[in-house]
């Protein structure tokens, strides 16, 4: 495959997984922590780790907009629910391993 058609399919998966994320909300970040060990924050800093390396500056908030589609903030504020108590226990018995 030539690399910049596999470039183009990577960014297209790419917006295809944030456009998931977007359209499952209820979909807590401890959620896909416990079940997948990675989250929207972790996608954001990977995503401002690789503009870095390709040598755009890029805050952190800047990238989970970029995740998020809107500011993590306001994100927040308008889906983020508590944790459970067995949410919580999962994700500590996950991290214990």
Same mark, same amino acid.
């Given at each position: =495959?030539? &690399?910049?058609?596999?470039?183009?399919?990577?960014?297209?998966?790419?917006?295809? @997984?944030?456009?998931? @994320? &977007?359209?499952?909300? &209820?979909?807590?970040?401890?959620?896909? =922590?416990?079940? *997948?060990?990675?989250?929207?924050?972790?996608?954001?800093?990977?995503?401002? *780790? /690789?503009? /870095? /390396?390709?040598?755009? /500056?890029? $805050?952190?908030?800047? *990238?989970? +907009?970029?995740?998020?589609? =809107?500011?993590? *903030?306001?994100?927040?504020?308008?889906?983020?629910? +508590?944790?459970?108590?067995?949410? @919580? &226990?999962?994700? +500590? $018995?996950?991290?214990?391993?």
């Amino acid at each position: =495959m030539e &690399d910049h058609k596999r470039l183009e399919i990577e960014a297209a998966t790419f917006r295809r @997984l944030v456009s998931h @994320l &977007d359209a499952h909300k &209820d979909v807590q970040n401890i959620d896909l =922590m416990n079940l *997948a060990s990675f989250c929207r924050n972790c996608l954001s800093k990977w995503y401002r *780790a /690789e503009a /870095e /390396e390709r040598g755009v /500056e890029l $805050d952190y908030e800047s *990238a989970r +907009e970029v995740v998020y589609g =809107m500011p993590y *903030a306001l994100w927040k504020e308008k889906y983020q629910t +508590e944790a459970t108590q067995a949410q @919580l &226990d999962k994700f +500590e $018995d996950r991290t214990a391993d």
